[in-house]
């Protein structure tokens, strides 16, 4: 009897941690709503990572809503940048833009670190096209050129979905095996032959970061299977298949890591490299856009 009256109270709090993010989510969602033109929503959602700031004045705004605004979104620390949402037009489609994102090493939690993703899927978004900076592991590949992520390991040691599952969002064990969407995957390589880009494919590697990779971690990680290297877009990309979400992920590569001949990696370097990938990944982008 009292065995039981303990699993019962266990499990109601568990579920008040779920319903928890829940509300918390839907008023995000709600405010955005009250700043949006009636029945407006976004088709799909972007990351403007390191290197991609310039695509956000492509876009006709409806809003832009600093994140301190909405109501749930984490407290932005010190190093980051405040950020912002941009919700308007651009080749052609509504989109929700992530100017800005929280990343483990900052010291948010999983959860916070993909609250913003589960907003915009509340919001109507169907499709997320993500873009990070990340480190080449393959020494075939030039700084200054975009990869296309075509699988992903999550090594931070976190995942958002841990804790109660919310049946509302998704299923407690969702599928991997084919995370990022073959479609999107297509419409990237026509889009990179049409405009003459050259297009990396390969494999992410998340860590939680902040340091840099170790020669002999550089190592394990190329040995492991991945191609690139970074410090976030996993986590974001996990919950936003949990709710059935199409996903695809473009990573400027900034450096390229050599196990056998590793070099200092200045973040001015990181930042100069992912900024010349900027106008590759601004046309990958809009033109995966207007496809979706
Ligand atoms: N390692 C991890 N994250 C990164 C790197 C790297 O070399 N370059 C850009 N982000």
Redesign the pocket.
């Known amino acids: 009897m009292l065995k039981n009256l303990s699993q019962i109270i266990t499990a109601m709090i568990f579920r008040g941690i779920a319903m928890e993010a829940l509300v918390r989510a839907e008023r995000a969602v709600r405010h955005l709503r009250s700043r949006l033109p009636k029945n407006w929503q976004p088709q799909a959602a972007v990351t403007l990572g390191t290197g991609l700031s310039g695509l956000a004045e492509e876009i006709e705004p409806f809003a832009v809503v600093p994140y301190a605004e909405i109501p749930g979104f984490p407290l932005s620390t010190v190093e980051s940048h405040a950020g912002e949402l941009i919700l308007g037009n651009l080749a052609g489609r509504p989109v929700a833009a992530l100017a800005g994102r929280f990343h483990l090493y900052e010291g948010y939690s999983a959860q916070e670190v993909v609250f913003p993703v589960r907003v915009l899927a509340l919001l109507g978004a169907q499709a997320f096209i993500f873009s990070n900076?990340?480190?080449g592991l393959d020494l075939g590949m030039a700084p200054g050129r975009v990869m296309l992520v075509r699988d992903h390991i999550n090594l931070t040691g976190r995942n958002p979905l841990r804790g109660p599952n919310l049946d509302q969002w998704g299923e407690r064990f969702p599928d991997m095996s084919r995370t990022y969407d073959p479609g999107l995957m297509d419409l990237a390589r026509r889009v990179a032959r049409q405009e003459g880009i050259i297009l990396y494919e390969g494999v992410y590697v998340s860590?939680m970061?902040p340091s840099?990779?170790t020669p002999a971690e550089t190592r394990m990680l190329r040995n492991m299977g991945a191609d690139a290297?970074?410090?976030s877009t996993v986590l974001e990309v996990i919950a936003a298949r949990h709710m059935g979400r199409r996903v695809a992920a473009l990573s400027a590569i900034?450096?390229v890591?050599d196990p056998d001949d590793m070099e200092a990696?200045a973040l001015e370097a990181?930042i100069d490299n992912a900024a010349r990938s900027g106008a590759d990944l601004a046309r990958l982008m809009k033109g995966m856009l207007a496809g979706v």
């Open positions: 900076a990340a480190g860590v970061g840099l990779e290297v970074g410090m900034a450096n890591n990696i990181i």
